[in-house]
């Protein structure tokens, strides 16, 4: 996979990729936000059916809200063949990510790792994932944090496939649903090699 190169702008890529072949990962600009939604929702909208109607529209209104929000320290995207089918957004710490100061953590985290439903398998996330690490190590983090639920089941799978393991004294409760955490390793991890 290609490596990440700081460009002048301060935005993020891959050096491979840019034919279509691979996902091409770069920081969204503004005129990319306007698209997050539409990739987000599509992404999410396998959901839609597991969970009650007015948690979905709930959670499709905390998408919409996390996207208006500054409080990212990155907003990466992923391309194939020039469209962004994917993204990932990258928070300093729990606090920025949750509010939620308490779970201690205080190094990136990742949420709303999204990729179009025909974008998938593609290498899209795991793209995303090794970029949002490289951008985490690049600034001295020595790990990098996500949140999920059982609901994404082929989501953790990857996680687990790429070197996360269970944070169980960073994981929370949403009404009944166990907010499970999982940390990646940054200093030796395959996944940057």
Request: net charge negative; with cysteine.
């Amino acid at each position: 996979m290609g490596n990440i190169e700081a460009q002048s702008n301060g935005s993020q890529h891959t050096t491979e990729g840019a034919d279509g072949s691979e996902p091409f990962i770069r920081e969204a600009t503004t005129e990319d936000l306007h698209l997050l939604e539409a990739v987000l929702l599509d992404a999410y909208s396998q959901y839609e059916q597991e969970l009650p109607h007015d948690v979905w529209i709930a959670y499709k209104a905390s998408i919409v809200e996390a996207i208006e929000q500054s409080s990212t320290v990155a907003k990466l995207v992923a391309e194939l063949d020039g469209e962004v089918v994917g993204s990932v957004f990258v928070y300093a710490s729990s606090d920025t990510a949750y509010g939620r100061p308490e779970l201690g953590i205080h190094s990136p985290v990742i949420r709303l790792l999204g990729v179009t439903s025909k974008a998938r398998g593609r290498g899209v996330a795991t793209g995303l994932i090794r970029a949002s690490a490289q951008f985490a190590r690049e600034r001295g983090a020595n790990t990098l944090h996500l949140h999920t639920s059982d609901m994404m089941g082929e989501a953790i799978r990857l996680y687990e496939r790429l070197g996360f393991e269970r944070a169980y004294d960073k994981e929370f409760t949403t009404g009944q649903t166990l907010v499970k955490s999982y940390c990646l390793q940054l200093a030796n991890t395959p996944l940057l090699q």
